[in-house]
C-alpha cells in the first residue's frame, strides 16, 4: 500500500547559516567594542577579530558551494505514516472517516533533490523534500494539520485512484488534483471536469 511519511521538525535546530552568519555577527559586534576602547584597524586584534570574520563567511561560502548537490539535513525525524483509503484518512494512528471530512487539502510543492538555488543560504543545495502539508479539514470545524516528505514532484499521483474518489465526493477542489496529480494537457484537465459532471449528472 503507498504511503506518505510524515515529517517530525525539530523545534529548534542551529544550522550552517545560523552558526556562521551568527559567529560573523558577533566577531564584528567584537571589533565595534574593540574600537570603543582604543583598538582600531592600526592594532593586531582588531584586525584579527576583523580577518577571523571574513575568513568565517568565506569558509561558509566554500562550503556551501562544495555542498550544491549535496541534499539538506532533516533536522528532524521522519516517524509515521499517512494512508489514503477510499472510506478513510489513515494518520499514524488515527483513523478518520471520509464522510467526517469536509475537505482535503495539499500544500507545499517540495520534493527530494529539488535544487533550491538561495543567495544568502549557506545550506546544502538540494531540498529533502519536507515542506509539503496534508490539511484536512473535518465537519466539526476542527482541523488535522501534517507534514510530510515526497521523493518525487508527483508522487501523489500514486494516489490517484482514491484521490479521483474524494474528488467526485466534493472532497478535493478541481485545482488541487490538476497541481497534485500533474495533470498537463487539456485533454487531461477535460478529462477530470467530465469526470465530476458525470458524476453529478448520475445522482441527479
Not at 555542498?67 to 484518512?89: A, N, R, T
Not at 523534500?129 to 514532484?153: C, H, M, P
Request: net charge neutral.
Amino acid at each position: 500500500m503507498e504511503k506518505l511519511e510524515i515529517y517530525h521538525p525539530d523545534k529548534f535546530y542551529p544550522s550552517r547559516t545560523f552558526i556562521i552568519y551568527s559567529t560573523v555577527v558577533l566577531l564584528l559586534f567584537l571589533s565595534f567594542i574593540l574600537q570603543e576602547f582604543g583598538f582600531d584597524h592600526n592594532t593586531a586584534i582588531f584586525d584579527g577579530v576583523v580577518y577571523l570574520a571574513l575568513f568565517c563567511f568565506i569558509c561558509g561560502m566554500v562550503i556551501k558551494l562544495f555542498s550544491l548537490g549535496k541534499y539538506k539535513p532533516l533536522y528532524g525525524k521522519l516517524s509515521g505514516e499517512i494512508h489514503f483509503l477510499k472510506d478513510s484518512i489513515r494518520i499514524q494512528e488515527e483513523i478518520i472517516p471520509i464522510d467526517k471530512v469536509e475537505k482535503i487539502e495539499f500544500k507545499g510543492s517540495d520534493w527530494l533533490g529539488l535544487f533550491e538555488p538561495n543567495r544568502f543560504s549557506l545550506e546544502n543545495g538540494l531540498s529533502n523534500g519536507t515542506k509539503n502539508w496534508l490539511i484536512v479539514y473535518l465537519n466539526d470545524s476542527s482541523q488535522r494539520k501534517i507534514r510530510f516528505q515526497k521523493f518525487e514532484a508527483c508522487q501523489l499521483a500514486l494516489f490517484q485512484e482514491v484521490l479521483l474518489e474524494y474528488y467526485v465526493n466534493g472532497k478535493i477542489s478541481y485545482l488541487q488534483m490538476v497541481d497534485n496529480l500533474c495533470l498537463e494537457t487539456p485533454e487531461e484537465w477535460n478529462r477530470l471536469k467530465s469526470l465530476k459532471k458525470r458524476t453529478t449528472t448520475n445522482k441527479t
